[in-house]
Nanobody
């Protein structure tokens, strides 16, 4: 069964940058869109951004202009570039695939990863 594998998380200071990676273990993305979600302690999982097979993207209002999703189809990897990180960006970040295009709802996604922790300190 295909499972996503996220990497690149860590502890950074507010205002800095971080790049997360997502690759499928046991398969490929194919034509699916790949989305990023995050979940902070005590909060529900929330949509961050998504990229479809052709490179079109859609972002949550909270990260638009600071985060960028990109994909390298040859390397079978999707990236989440995060700039100007804020304390409120602290969360576990997950990637997942969907056949519903630029979906922003978690239940439209099927294969998920275990997540990678991003902690932003002051």
């Amino acid at each position: 069964q295909v499972q996503m594998v996220e990497s690149g998380g860590g502890l950074v200071q507010a205002g800095s940058s971080l790049r997360l990676s997502c690759s499928p273990s046991g398969g490929t993305f194919g034509d699916d869109a790949v989305g990023w979600f995050r979940q902070a302690p005590g909060k529900e999982r929330e949509f961050v951004g998504v990229i479809n097979w052709s490179g079109k993207t859609y972002y949550a209002w909270a990260v638009k202009g600071r985060f960028t999703v990109s994909r390298d189809n040859a390397a079978n990897t999707v990236f989440l570039q995060m700039e100007s990180l804020r304390l409120e960006d602290t969360a576990v970040y997950y990637c997942a695939t969907t056949s519903y295009g630029l979906a922003a709802v978690a239940d439209r996604y099927n294969y998920w990863g275990q997540g990678t922790q991003v902690t932003v300190s002051s």
